[in-house]
């Protein structure tokens, strides 16, 4: 079945540090979605990717979906204390909506 | 607060015994989403209703089943509870059907379920 891998699992960084999350897949992904859950929190969706090469920006937050539609990551510059949690993509396929196993963000001040 | 509440927020039951988790999406939505999020199979989408419909199904045991009333809330009905359901469920909202493509999905803030 349809998977999607993400990488790191856990991330600790230096407040003013860049962060990056992977994800990837053996099959070809009909849309990325990034979401992100704080601790104790519940997710909270982010942003969607469609297009082979897309590159979206939300402030400090770049997000690209590779060019084969296999890949995607999320780039934090300069990480802040608010950007601490988990941060999740998921795909859709097959009726069916599929979540990568998250990185755990800490952000050391 | 994303709009969406569930009830209720804890949850303590025994093995063998059978609860129901209740969701009110956002205003206007007509969409419910159920996911389970455990530590080690993550977070896991289950079923989707759509005004009362089932819409699409994922990952859901055939002991668990839902539905989706006239007044758009949703209950999430879990039999023959077993230690591995231990878990928080998460239900979303959206206003379509279409999060299976990527329509943006509110979350409310989850039950947490421990089965002793």
């Known amino acids: 079945g349809q998977q999607v891998m993400q990488i790191p699992q856990y991330q600790h960084v230096q407040e003013g540090e860049d962060f990056t999350t992977y994800c990837n897949s053996s099959?070809?992904?009909?849309?990325i979605q990034w979401y992100k859950q704080r601790p104790g929190g519940h997710p909270v969706f982010l942003i969607q990717l469609v297009k082979s090469g897309e590159v979206k920006k939300q402030k400090r937050l770049t997000f690209q979906f590779g060019e084969a539609k296999k890949n995607s990551s999320l780039h934090i510059t300069a990480t802040q204390t608010t950007d601490v949690g988990t941060y999740f993509c998921?795909?859709?396929?097959?009726?069916?909506?599929?979540f990568g196993t998250g990185t755990r963000l800490t952000v050391i001040p | 607060d994303s709009g969406v509440t569930q009830t209720p927020k804890h949850l303590i039951t025994a093995t063998g015994q059978r609860v129901t988790l209740r969701c009110s999406p956002r205003?206007?939505?007509?969409?419910v989403y159920w996911y389970q999020q455990s530590l080690d199979q993550g977070l896991q989408f289950l079923i989707q209703y759509y005004n009362g419909e089932e819409r699409a199904k994922g990952n859901i045991l055939e002991r668990f089943s839902a539905q989706q009333f006239p007044d758009l809330h949703s209950e999430l009905n879990l039999s023959s509870l077993e230690l591995g359901d231990s878990a928080l469920y998460f239900c979303?909202?959206?206003?379509?059907?279409?999060?299976?493509?990527?329509?943006?999905?509110?979350f409310g803030p989850g039950t947490r379920l421990l089965v002793l």
């Open positions: 998921a795909s859709t396929g097959a009726n069916n909506l599929f």
């Open positions: 979303a909202s959206s206003v379509g059907d279409r999060v299976i493509i990527g329509e943006t999905q509110y």
């Open positions: 205003s206007g939505d007509l969409s």
């Open positions: 099959t070809t992904l009909s849309n």
